[in-house]
């Protein structure tokens, strides 16, 4: 095997620059919480893929379902031959999150295309076109996933963009609170969006609203569930398709397999991906069967959406986060990094909030503690230190000042424990720590570093 450099300079030499690369680290092997590099260097995995891997690397269950399928039957299209593992999964997924009294799945291969087809299907069940979405939101990369995107720094010279697309500012109360409580604030909020509909777009107008009910890359930021419930009574007041877009929080991260149950609303339609698959390419729209079903034969779909190795990957992680109680483990995962970023936010005044939903939790950093002064350049110092000693984690939010775990669920509690101390070290000792305890450096992991 070659050395890690020898690969990110061929990666270099032949793919785009434009596909990101948020790390130095390379991946040779992985497995439950744990990374392998080319050179036979130890990470433990605080990305996890992007929130694909709650299930863990290479889970033993999840890889037999796959060879078992692979040997079986790879590929026929659903809409040329109809498969059960397709069938199975829909119904799967129509019973862990139903919507209404009867629910219909439609299965695809990315979070992007899951949210087009959300799109689509809501405009055809209205006869509408615009769609509100909101700031800091992401939704993909595809030209309608950017268009609904917030960051302009994702998009950049992509342009021209899907018309009728109107953007709402997110219900965020830790930058727009103003000292008000999140019930008044969200009140404020809900009012706002009534007022959007005299000045920005008129509500018989709009085919849906889509909204992340936590924003994952916009900074693992919740909507207050009093916003969440005015939403679904605007929603139904005016005809409009409330559209939960899952693909972050989805498939156990936040303690509930849709991050939606914390707040007790139900969307009409809802989308998913990443961790819903094990760690292949597959997605899913789940949606009230009278409106998935407005959708005309052949407007919906794709060769590829809910391929059966996928389906059966897909299935047996639902069965592995149910059978090994992972939901609960989010739950005790989210508490364990809560406890120490809170303890952190003590020592420093760096750390200006700590947030999220079970295991979906980031701080947010500022130089100073001045909340002016997003601290994007001490987070990406903070990122390749941690790398670098052996922990892969991202960041998160517009301003690239928030640091978030996206951990397998599977993580043991010494890797978490571990991985937590290095990155409170990085943090503190780059925040001019406020009572700094002069803590000794944690001994590296990786085994050839
Ligand atoms: C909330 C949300 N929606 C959609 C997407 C796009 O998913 P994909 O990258 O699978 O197209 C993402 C990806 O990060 C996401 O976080």
């Not at 379902?65 to 040329?80: F, G």
Request: one cysteine or more; a neutral charge; charged letters at 20%.
């Amino acid at each position: 095997m070659g050395t890690n450099d020898d690969l990110l300079a061929r990666r270099a030499a032949i793919v785009p620059q434009g596909v990101p690369r948020v790390t130095a680290a390379t991946a040779a092997s992985a497995s439950g919480a744990t990374i392998t590099d080319m050179e036979g260097n130890l990470f433990i995995d605080f990305a996890g893929g992007i929130g694909v891997m709650n299930v863990g690397h290479c889970q033993a269950d999840v890889v037999r379902a796959i060879q078992a399928q692979a040997a079986k039957l790879l590929h026929t299209c659903i809409h040329v031959a109809t498969y059960e593992p397709y069938v199975a999964l829909c119904e799967r997924l129509a019973g862990l999150l139903p919507h209404g009294e009867r629910t219909k799945v439609m299965l695809l291969n990315s979070g992007a295309e899951a949210v087009e087809n959300a799109v689509k299907i809501a405009r055809q069940a209205t006869g509408r076109q615009a769609v509100l979405c909101y700031t800091g939101a992401f939704h993909g990369r595809t030209l309608l996933g950017m268009s609904l995107t917030s960051k302009v720094g994702y998009k950049a010279g992509c342009g021209p963009f899907a018309p009728e697309i109107y953007r709402h500012p997110f219900p965020n109360h830790f930058q727009a609170g103003d000292g008000l409580s999140e019930d008044a604030f969200a009140d404020r909020e809900l009012a706002r969006l009534r007022q959007a509909f005299v000045d920005t777009v008129a509500a018989d107008a709009l085919a849906a609203i889509l909204i992340e009910p936590v924003q994952g890359e916009g900074g693992f930021v919740p909507a207050p569930a009093r916003y969440l419930r005015g939403l679904r009574e605007i929603c139904d007041e005016h005809g409009i398709v409330l559209v939960f877009d899952e693909v972050q929080t989805g498939f156990g991260r936040t303690g509930r397999w849709a991050s939606y149950e914390h707040a007790g609303v139900l969307p009409d339609i809802s989308t998913w991906a990443k961790s819903m698959g094990g760690g292949l390419p597959i997605a899913a729209v789940i949606g009230r069967a009278n409106i998935m079903d407005a959708a005309r034969p052949g407007t919906i779909g794709g060769t590829f959406g809910g391929n059966p190795v996928a389906c059966a990957a897909a299935l047996a992680t639902i069965d592995v986060l149910e059978r090994d109680g992972l939901l609960g483990r989010a739950e005790e995962i989210g508490a364990q990094v809560r406890r120490r970023f809170e303890e952190l936010r003590r020592r420093t005044a760096v750390v200006g909030d700590v947030r999220g939903i079970g295991a979906m939790v980031a701080m947010e950093l500022f130089e100073d503690g001045d909340r002016r002064r997003p601290a994007r350049t001490l987070v990406g110092e903070v990122i390749a230190a941690c790398v670098a000693r052996g922990v892969l984690l991202l960041s998160a939010g517009p301003l690239g000042n928030v640091i978030r775990i996206l951990s397998p669920l599977t993580i043991s509690d010494a890797d978490l424990d571990r991985g937590l101390t290095i990155l409170v070290e990085e943090v503190e000792r780059r925040a001019g720590a406020r009572g700094s305890r002069g803590q000794t450096q944690t001994p590296e992991l990786t085994t050839k570093r």
